[in-house]
């Protein structure tokens, strides 16, 4: 077990710990949510990724390509203008997109789902323990004005929710985290998002890891080191 000397470094490795987590179980679950638009007559679209905000808030065209910041408009709007003709989102007046209630019960089969597989992939694990560890670590982390964590968090947890969707769900809001952390570090580099995602390994990449690290590292402070160790190494266990 490695042993942290400075919060950024744990925030370097437990950064693509959470990624593997979150990312296994949308891989476990991808047939039976490729599934779901068979039998729910709904496309996806924007649904997977905005499961645990939209039944909480509304949001624009500009929170979603905040959200989405590495990706295109053209493609963005495709996928709204989807969902409005299908009807899980609607727009009002000034343009605020707001979850249906058929929406809703796209994401409530959603949640069903991924219940389902974090409950096989992830048994025997103490995954109360890891939700409330993340949950609080989520709850420290600084809601930037304009970032995309104040948009995706807090999650949307319904009542009776699993603990292995709670801390599959709090992971993927506290990834938005670091994604602000990365952002406010290559604009400081006076960057572009075009350009980052093109930017090449390099003196300049390496600051930018460097001071995403350090602005990522925040939230864990309110964790004792035992207390991150036990989230790093409990997250390696469900990869």
């Not at 068979?38 to 509304?58: A, H, I, K, Q, Y």
């Not at 985290?177 to 003196?203: F, K, T, Y």
């Amino acid at each position: 077990m490695p042993k942290f000397q400075e919060l950024s470094g744990y925030a370097a490795a437990i950064a693509p710990a959470i990624d593997a987590a979150h990312v296994n179980v949308h891989a476990s679950a991808r047939r039976a949510v490729t599934e779901l638009p068979e039998t729910s007559g709904m496309s996806p679209g924007f649904l997977p990724d905005l499961r645990f905000t939209v039944p909480l808030r509304s949001l624009t065209r500009t929170d979603l390509s905040t959200i989405y910041r590495y990706g295109d408009a053209d493609g963005r709007e495709s996928l709204i203008q989807e969902h409005l003709r299908e009807g899980t989102l609607t727009e009002d007046g000034d343009g605020v997109l707001s979850v249906t209630a058929a929406g809703l019960e796209f994401i409530r089969r959603l949640y069903d789902v991924h219940g389902a597989v974090v409950e096989r992939i992830w048994a025997g694990h103490d995954l109360p323990g890891l939700a409330r560890l993340a949950g609080r670590v989520l709850d420290h982390a600084e809601r930037v004005p304009g970032g995309a964590l104040a948009l995706m968090a807090p999650p949307y947890e319904p009542d009776g929710a699993a603990p292995g969707v709670l801390l599959f769900n709090r992971l993927a809001a506290l990834r938005y985290h670091r994604a602000d952390a990365h952002a406010a570090a290559w604009q400081a580099e006076g960057l572009s998002a075009a350009e980052i995602v093109g930017l090449r390994d390099g003196p300049v990449h390496a600051r930018i890891e460097a001071d995403t690290n350090l602005r990522a590292a925040a939230p864990y402070e309110i964790l004792s080191e035992d207390e991150r160790q036990t989230l790093y190494d409990g997250l390696l266990k469900l990869i």
